[in-house]
């Protein structure tokens, strides 16, 4: 599986950004699509996943009500709608493909919150 994650940009505390994982090389029908973020000096910390086949998600506290995540079927793409931003939401974002554990990721993409 490759994954490539773009979207990523600089954003005042209060804006949105929408992240993109395109997802190719197998099929993701029983995949779980996460999206991860790491901030300098910091552990990488989960953010939100979704079921490939179902369509559930699951958010960490931090970005629950902020943050939404969906898949586009027919683009086999991911998506990170980000709303509210805050400066702590700083960090690289990755997004990882796990059938049951997350064994593929993509390169990251940067987004900066500025106050």
């Known amino acids: 599986v490759q994954l490539q994650a773009s979207g990523g940009g600089l954003v005042q505390a209060g804006g949105s950004l929408r992240l993109s994982c395109a997802a190719s090389?197998?099929?993701?029908?029983?995949?779980?699509m996460g999206w991860f973020r790491q901030a300098p000096g910091k552990e990488r910390e989960f953010v939100a996943h979704?079921?490939?086949?179902?369509?559930?998600?699951y958010y960490a506290d931090s970005v629950k009500g902020r943050f939404t995540i969906s898949r586009d079927n027919a683009k086999n793409t991911v998506y990170l709608q980000m709303n509210s931003l805050k400066p702590e939401d700083t960090a690289t974002y990755y997004c990882?493909?796990?059938?049951?554990?997350?064994?593929?990721w993509g390169q990251g993409t940067q987004v900066t919150v500025s106050s």
């Open positions: 990882a493909a796990s059938p049951s554990s997350y064994d593929y």
């Open positions: 979704i079921s490939w086949s179902s369509g559930s998600t």
């Open positions: 090389g197998r099929t993701l029908s029983r995949y779980f």
